[in-house]
């Protein structure tokens, strides 16, 4: 087995009152979140930008195995949909860039009704790898990017395409794109946001990580159902299952 790392994490770092007492007592939210778990998702940063001084300052309250994955814009992925989106990809790297050694993967999710228009991804994904060289996870969820044409337009930029659930596609529920990243985005099932996964379900996310370990150089897996605060009892339970 190569040499992997495996990161399990939450979309925001939140803690609501019954879940206090499983965190340290002293500190930010943040810090408290992070004295149990070596990574976190930031969703905020697709409805508003952050100054490079907020994430400096999330870099600092953090220890040194922590990393952010960061979520793209929505006017990159959304409003824009991919195109002439050069200097809003600079002002949120200029940003998020402020995390330096802690930043973890972007992640571009993509709105469910755009399509794979391949010209559009090509200059997008270019423009990208002009100015971040990091890994990038993708999160589409239109079936046209479930191809073998979409997987080599994947690969051809390193951008590796999350393994979701509930999956909207028969490939969506495994890695694809860059191989060194798997990115799994637990958003609750059958429930998207609510539903807490059950033990057996638990299980099987388990094995996926372990299966997944044995190529990918990293290996995410963030939680997303939020709604009703299961994702961080997930979270726990998932980490005692793999050790």
């Known amino acids: 087995m190569r040499s992997t790392k495996l990161y399990v994490g939450v979309a925001g770092w939140a803690l609501r009152k019954e879940h206090q007492p499983l965190f340290p007592a002293e500190g930010s939210h943040l810090q408290r979140f992070a004295g149990r778990f070596n990574a976190v998702e930031i969703n905020s940063s ?13 870099r600092e309250e953090t220890l040194p195995h922590f990393r952010f994955a960061v979520k793209t814009p929505r006017e990159i992925t959304h409003y824009q949909r991919l195109r002439n989106a050069g200097s809003l990809l600079e002002q949120f790297l200029s940003e998020a860039t402020a ?8 992640l571009v999710q993509l709105p469910p009704q755009l399509p794979l228009d ?15 060289e990091g890994a990038v996870a993708c999160e589409p969820r239109h079936h046209t990017w479930f191809t073998e044409h979409a997987e080599e337009l994947l690969k051809r930029y390193r951008i590796a395409r999350v393994a979701a659930d509930p ?20 958003h609750g099932s059958p429930k998207i946001y609510y539903s807490p996964y059950d033990e057996k379900m638990l ?16 290996t995410w897996c963030i939680f997303d159902n939020t709604a009703e605060g299961h994702a961080v009892t997930n979270a726990f339970e998932l980490v005692a299952r793999l050790g």
């Open 167 to 186: 999956p909207r596609a028969e490939e969506d529920g495994q890695p694809g794109g860059d191989p060194s990243l798997a990115y799994f985005r637990l």
């Open 203 to 218: 299980d099987e996310i388990a094995t996926r990580l372990r299966r997944a370990m044995r190529s990918a150089q990293q």
């Open 99 to 106: 995390l330096e050694e802690k930043l973890g993967p972007l």
């Open 46 to 58: 697709f409805y508003k930008p952050h100054r490079r001084a907020t994430y400096a300052r999330w």
């Open 118 to 132: 391949a010209a559009t991804a090509e200059a997008f994904f270019a423009r990208l790898r002009e100015l971040f």
